[in-house]
């Protein structure tokens, strides 16, 4: 079974441009969240979709969007980047919206200019 | 508010050395606890979930417990070695499902 997967793997943007990321969740998957990493904040949770719904979101700006299709995928928009974007972006799916174990991408590297 | 400890922040081990890494939360109303892994410039890998009712799990050399009442969590890794060096990172879910992250544990185990 593949893995959950992301593209880009790396992004070079300079400030005020705009970015989409990509994620593919694992098959049979429908739950995708985002989150943020940076050496300052750590993890921080962006926000979840499930079955194309956005069910929560996080303390982020709302230049920071997301959407998901109806094949689970999803995909995350930054507008107007910001130096303070650049950061490990990773998603994490899981099969519905219960207790159970998320799994992890690579994660996008984004790095603003 | 649930906030997420974990000490230490980094440790230098020799090899065959048997580990503890200790994560802390504020909000003792969990219903599960997951441990993670992850190597540089890498993305998570899930080591162990702790469903609340559980009070360990194992996993090969890994074995983590939790302790709801006392807001704790350990990981404990036996016979360590070189490839276990990566940052080791707890996350509790909080009442809208979202993971709240610890600030993770670098571990480097040297030959």
């Known amino acids: 079974k593949a893995g959950v997967t992301q593209t880009p793997r790396y992004l070079i943007k300079t400030r005020g441009q705009q970015v989409t990321l990509s994620c593919s969740p694992i098959s049979g998957h429908r739950s995708v969240s985002w989150y943020q990493q940076t050496p300052g904040q750590g993890l921080q949770f962006l926000f979840e979709?499930?079955?194309?719904?956005?069910?929560?979101?996080?303390?982020?700006?709302?230049?920071?969007?997301?959407?998901?299709?109806?094949?689970?995928?999803?995909?995350?928009?930054?507008?107007?980047?910001?130096?303070?974007?650049?950061?490990?972006?990773?998603?994490?799916?899981?099969?519905?919206?219960?207790?159970?174990?998320?799994?992890?991408?690579?994660?996008?590297?984004?790095?603003?200019? | 508010k649930q906030e997420v400890t974990q000490i230490p922040a980094a440790l230098s081990v020799p090899e065959g050395e048997n580990l503890v890494l200790n994560c802390s939360f504020t909000d003792s109303a969990i219903y599960n606890l997951q441990w993670f892994r992850q190597d540089p410039g890498k993305g998570l890998t899930s080591l162990l979930l702790i469903q609340?009712?559980?009070?360990?799990?194992?996993?090969?050399?890994?074995?983590?417990?939790?302790?709801?009442?006392?807001?704790?969590?350990?990981?404990?890794?036996?016979?360590?070695?070189?490839?276990?060096?990566?940052?080791?990172?707890?996350?509790?879910?909080?009442?809208?499902?979202?993971?709240?992250?610890?600030?993770?544990?670098?571990?480097?185990?040297?030959?």
């Open chain 1, 49 to 113: 979709y499930f079955s194309e719904t956005q069910r929560n979101k996080g303390n982020f700006p709302g230049r920071f969007s997301g959407r998901q299709f109806s094949n689970s995928r999803s995909e995350m928009n930054v507008s107007t980047l910001e130096l303070g974007d650049s950061a490990l972006y990773l998603c994490a799916t899981k099969w519905g919206t219960g207790e159970e174990t998320q799994y992890f991408g690579p994660g996008t590297r984004l790095l603003v200019l």
């Open chain 2, 52 to 111: 609340s009712s559980q009070r360990e799990q194992t996993s090969g050399r890994l074995n983590a417990s939790l302790d709801k009442s006392s807001g704790r969590s350990t990981l404990y890794i036996a016979a360590s070695q070189p490839g276990d060096s990566a940052t080791y990172l707890c996350a509790v879910p909080s009442n809208t499902d979202k993971l709240i992250f610890g600030t993770g544990t670098r571990l480097q185990v040297f030959p």
